[in-house]
């Protein structure tokens, strides 16, 4: 079936705008995690989703930062009021029971 | 807490010639060790994975690594390079099978010249 699935795969905001980051699983995988992508910084990770447990948010880099994941399926990143710093590609993968990560093409965030 | 480290942050080879890349990891627990390679305008993709079973694991489009508990390493190594090789490698750990939560290295672009 179908990879991950990422949009928009570009985008660019003004300072101080929020956005929304949107992730399509692969379908059946119950696990969902959200990663940054930064030069300087490498791959961190954000958030991690696992069924209906508590999502793991200890990634997060500040309040401004959430996530959600509705019915256990697509997953919503959303970054308010945006700052320069928070431009980055962010990656979303997904797994089931036992197997690896598999991660979306990422979207592209560039803060002006 | 787990950590990996990356010798290197970009590599050229030759083509035909050997890659090795380094990845040293630090880790409380027994680790999983994993490689992901990145290409340009991609996500990651898997290459392999170490889960405690052989030491010695072999992946895709003929690479391969081996854990040495030892000197902590798991480095990635592919003894003829092709063209299709230049990308980004990324070397990861986690504490769970399943690969949550990775911590990745640095990552270390390769060149391969022709």
């Known amino acids: 079936g179908a990879g991950v699935s990422q949009s928009p795969s570009n985008k660019v905001t003004e300072k101080g705008k929020d956005v929304e980051l949107r992730c399509d699983p692969i379908?059946?995988?119950?696990?969902l995690y959200w990663y940054r992508q930064s030069l300087g910084q490498g791959l961190e990770f954000l958030i991690y989703?696992?069924?209906?447990?508590?999502?793991?948010k200890s990634g997060l880099p500040s309040d401004r930062f959430s996530a959600e994941r509705t019915g256990g399926s697509v997953s919503t990143l959303t970054i308010q009021r945006t700052q320069q710093e928070d431009s980055a590609v962010y990656l979303c993968?997904?797994?089931?029971?036992?197997?690896?990560?598999?991660f979306g093409n990422g979207t592209r965030l560039t803060v002006t | 807490a787990q950590s990996v480290t990356q010798l290197g942050s970009h590599v050229s080879v030759s083509e035909g010639a050997l890659v090795l890349l380094r990845c040293n990891y630090s880790s409380s627990v027994p680790p999983y060790l994993f490689w992901y390679v990145q290409y340009p305008n991609q996500g990651l993709q898997l290459l392999l994975k170490y889960t405690s079973a052989a030491t010695l694991v072999k992946g895709i489009n003929g690479f391969e690594a081996e854990f040495k508990k030892s000197e902590t390493s798991f480095h990635l190594t592919k003894p003829s390079a092709h063209m299709s090789d230049a990308a980004e490698y990324f070397c990861?750990?986690?504490?769970?099978?399943?690969?949550?939560?990775?911590?990745f290295g640095g990552g270390t672009r390769v060149l391969v010249k022709p």
């Open positions: 989703f696992q069924g209906n447990s508590a999502p793991d």
């Open positions: 379908s059946g995988h119950t696990a």
């Open positions: 993968a997904s797994s089931s029971n036992n197997s690896p990560l598999h």
């Open positions: 990861a750990v986690s504490d769970g099978a399943a690969g949550n939560k990775l911590t």
